[in-house]
């Protein structure tokens, strides 16, 4: 008895043992060749092949590929963005496996259209993959409205509208497709529309990604908005003293302005050398193309505060 | 249904309980609690779907691997621990040990789907809150499940009959991949002209039509299930069973077992 006690001490102590030493190895290796790690790789291609292979259980294969999607997104993304290549093959298998699964043609399409470092920058593909969830999808809005934002990115107002009308004649589409349709015939490129979009996106979603994103947008708008405004105030003071103001409190005593103006954030804005305005925490910014501080570098991954 | 089958498939059902079958149960568990905390953490949007991608297709295939596993063993193990002596020198008929023998896996797989239905939507009510009109699928999408454990059953039953259970489990999954591509089979047939033709479409035809029984990735996206085909499934996998039972008895009722 005594024995095989020893025994069972013994080959536990070394089961442990060995085991804690195998993974200790592990990191070793992973140490020793980083590239393995990094590497990524489809070993299948192929969605035809994949659907035979998945044996009729191809919705639990979509749900696998998809989560890969968004796991090889993210940490391509926060290795600082750059190449990526599999992105496209990966939601196409995706999509190819599912037709149906719809958060892949709505995150799929941001991913690829997002210009670099941010995403993979390939519009056309994104365009692709949503006119795909479209044709599978047809009584979807939420679809066109997606293509739509994609013309709509690309300047391609007048595809832009068509997508917009197409979507709301689908059953259940949410009012403002129309509106939006009206709207991007008349006036694409202006500060307006754009506002609009972004609110109608900030409206229409209960996903708090997205809703973060539409409500930084929003704010980017506002302080391109608000910078143009006060630029012309800088301008107003500089014809009435001859010089650039320094402050904003000397505009407030030359009666330009009433008090220190504030972002969408409540931080006030800043004056720099030559009249110029910008934000003070640009970080908390992002997508501004206005009132940005000279020298700032944008970082990689947005900071996207939560919409409140 | 006589009591001599009665008796047997208790036995049969009792014999698989002794066998730890059910312990598959706790693997079940665990992988449905971990899909349900991780998922959300892991991807985007698809907790709901990936709860029920995954507990049905593991409903599914834990099923049929106990099908096959178990079913190729039913008359071999008998055979082979000469207890099939002791019970054919009673009144028992060989049809009614195979229809016995049958039964008492079909209700083995029936309790332990069961269970792993509760697990699924437990899981669901975890990751939704809440359920919706069109969960009613999920159901169906189970009893589908349990008409192709019925069939895969009736086939390792049919395959043990006659042949060793190595042999068996490599038919019976054989049977099983080729049965989930009997519409490409058939899509395949129609493309043909000829001998070839008729002899594509009769494989098709032979082989069990599981891809008509797998509605895992409709009823995820909430699709509803027509009702006919309801009625249809179990119409097909009911005389699908039987035809494959029937054979089995024809062999077994001329098998020299001396």
Redesign the interface.
């Known amino acids: 008895m005594i024995r095989s006690r020893q025994i069972t001490a013994i080959a536990s102590a070394v089961l442990l043992g060995s085991m804690a030493s195998a993974a200790l190895l592990i990191r070793s290796m992973d140490r020793a060749r980083p590239e393995a790690i990094t590497q990524q790789m489809l070993y299948v291609s192929s969605p035809k092949l994949l659907k035979r292979l998945s044996l009729g259980y191809e919705g639990l294969l979509a749900d696998v590929y998809w989560t890969r999607t968004v796991q090889y997104f993210g940490t391509t993304h926060s290795r600082g963005g750059g190449n990526y290549k599999l992105l496209w093959p990966l939601l196409n298998l995706t999509t190819q496996l599912d037709p149906h699964l719809i958060p892949a043609y709505e995150f799929g399409e941001t991913f690829l259209v997002a210009k670099p470092p941010q995403g993979a920058g390939d519009p056309e593909k994104a365009a692709e993959l949503v006119r795909f969830g479209i044709q599978n999808n047809p009584g979807d809005w939420h679809l066109y409205y997606d293509l739509a934002f994609i013309y709509y990115d690309q300047k391609d107002y007048r595809n832009a509208a068509q997508t917009f009308l197409h979507g709301s004649q689908m059953p259940d589409a949410h009012p403002f497709l129309k509106v939006m349709a009206a709207q991007m015939a008349q006036h694409g490129g202006d500060f307006e529309t754009a506002r609009m979009m972004w609110n109608a996106t900030y409206q229409t979603t209960h996903d708090k990604m997205i809703q973060a994103n539409a409500a930084a947008h929003l704010r980017a708008i506002q302080v391109d908005d608000d910078v143009n405004a006060l630029e012309r105030l800088v301008q107003k003071y500089q014809e009435r003293t001859g010089r650039f103001p320094l402050t904003f409190s000397e505009m407030i005593a030359a009666g330009v302005i009433k008090g220190i103006p504030l972002d969408p954030l409540r931080h006030p804005y800043r004056l720099e050398p030559g009249g110029v305005v910008v934000v003070s925490n640009p970080d908390d910014l992002p997508f501004l193309d206005k009132g940005l501080p000279s020298g700032y570098i944008p970082s990689v991954v947005p900071k996207l505060i939560p919409a409140n | 249904m006589n009591s001599r089958i009665f008796h047997i498939a208790t036995n049969t059902f009792r014999e698989a309980v002794r066998d730890r079958v059910l312990y598959n149960l706790i693997g079940f568990a665990l992988l449905m609690s971990a899909a349900a905390v991780l998922?959300g953490q892991?991807?985007?949007?698809?907790e709901r779907?990936?709860v029920i991608?995954?507990g049905l297709?593991a409903v599914?295939?834990f099923g049929i691997v106990i099908a096959i596993f178990i079913g190729i063993g039913l008359v071999s193990k008998e055979i082979d621990k000469r207890t099939l002596y002791t019970v054919l020198s009673r009144p028992v008929r060989r049809w009614e040990f195979i229809a016995g023998k049958f039964f008492g896996l079909s209700g083995t797989l029936v309790v332990n789907t069961f269970f792993m239905a509760i697990g699924v939507f437990a899981a669901l009510a975890y990751v939704s809150h809440n359920f919706v009109s069109s969960d009613v699928g999920v159901l169906v999408a189970l009893y589908f499940i349990v008409l192709q454990f019925v069939i895969i059953t009736a086939l390792a039953l049919f395959f043990s009959s006659f042949s060793t259970p190595i042999f068996s489990a490599i038919f019976a999954f054989w049977l099983?991949?080729i049965g989930?591509?009997a519409q490409?089979l058939r899509n395949f047939a129609a493309m043909t002209h000829g001998l070839t033709r008729w002899l594509a479409m009769g494989a098709a035809y032979l082989v069990p039509n599981?891809?008509a029984l797998?509605v895992?990735?409709q009823v995820?996206?909430g699709?509803p299930v027509p009702s006919q085909l309801i009625l249809i499934n179990t119409a097909y996998a009911l005389v699908y069973s039987v035809a494959v039972l029937s054979a089995a008895v024809l062999i077994f009722e001329r098998r020299n077992l001396k």
């Open positions: 998922v892991i991807s985007i949007q698809i779907l990936v991608n995954l297709t599914s295939l099983f991949v989930s591509f490409d599981f891809s797998n895992i990735t995820a996206h699709e």
